[in-house]
């Protein structure tokens, strides 16, 4: 029996920092001037020992004071590791609603008489199938399924925004504690949601010239398709790893 996979965020939880930015040439340094301190024994024994015991003095206050950061590191990240997460979460479940919308008018099916609940859970379990399907179509038929009015300025400011929000992440200041592949595939996200935008403006290019409309419209469609074909790829590995969660509300809280 196969073990189960954790996803990425649950092992980034269980994770401890181990190192500092100390680099290692400083305790090399120590080293080769206790070595060099040694082989002078014979000549200057007291000045010998003096500059050993300095050494290992100061080779000791580094090692205390990397610990000491480290400690503060890990408790520093533990704070905010959580709000962290959903922070990236959130900007996925988002992103996967307004990819679902926005390309392919994704429209939910619930009764009147579902509780809001339900009402959320059918329509992530619609959209997730919806994603599903995507994932099974080839270039030709991704195209046919995308919305006409894709290609406008209310939706080339939308994934621009959505853009800067992984941006934003991948610049804040504790990212250097994030995963190297949770690094690479929201860096992999944020290219190809820029990428939509050009591929949108290139599209609109055929208002501004008709007698090339036809290539800026193949153009920009046969990259955006693309664009869109790789950003459900990533959005779907990012939740599969954990990274995609419906806003937190508190049941007591609900009006339905």
Not at 168 to 179: A, G, R, T, V
Request: net charge positive; hydrophobic share 40%.
């Amino acid at each position: 029996m196969k073990n189960p996979i954790t996803p990425l965020r649950e092992k980034i939880k269980k994770q401890w920092i181990s190192q500092t930015e100390t680099p290692l040439i400083i305790y090399l340094a120590v080293a080769v001037a206790i070595f060099v301190a040694w082989s002078i024994r014979n000549y200057h024994p007291d000045l010998s020992l003096n500059l050993i015991s300095e050494l290992i003095g100061a080779a000791f206050i580094i090692f205390v004071v990397n610990i000491l950061l480290v400690r503060s590191k890990n408790k520093r990240w533990k704070t905010v590791n959580e709000q962290i997460d959903y922070l990236i979460s959130r900007n996925i479940n988002r992103l996967r609603d307004g990819v679902a919308f926005r390309a392919f008018n994704f429209r939910v099916k619930v009764s009147k008489t579902d509780q809001s609940t339900r009402a959320n859970q059918k329509m992530r379990e619609q959209r997730e199938d919806l994603f599903v399907e995507l994932t099974s179509l080839n270039s030709v038929e991704l195209a046919g399924r995308v919305k006409k009015d894709l290609f406008s300025d209310l939706n080339y400011q939308y994934f621009n925004e959505k853009a800067a929000d992984i941006w934003d992440i991948l610049n804040m200041k504790y990212s250097e504690y994030l995963s190297p592949k949770l690094i690479t595939l929201l860096m992999d996200l944020h290219i190809q949601l820029k990428d939509l935008c050009g591929h949108i403006r290139v599209y609109q290019r055929s208002e501004q010239s008709p007698d090339e409309a036809e290539f800026y419209r193949k153009s920009g469609l046969e990259g955006g398709v693309h664009n869109l074909s790789e950003i459900i790829d990533l959005i779907n590995q990012l939740k599969k790893e954990g990274y995609s969660e419906p806003p937190r509300i508190d049941p007591e809280s609900r009006l339905f």
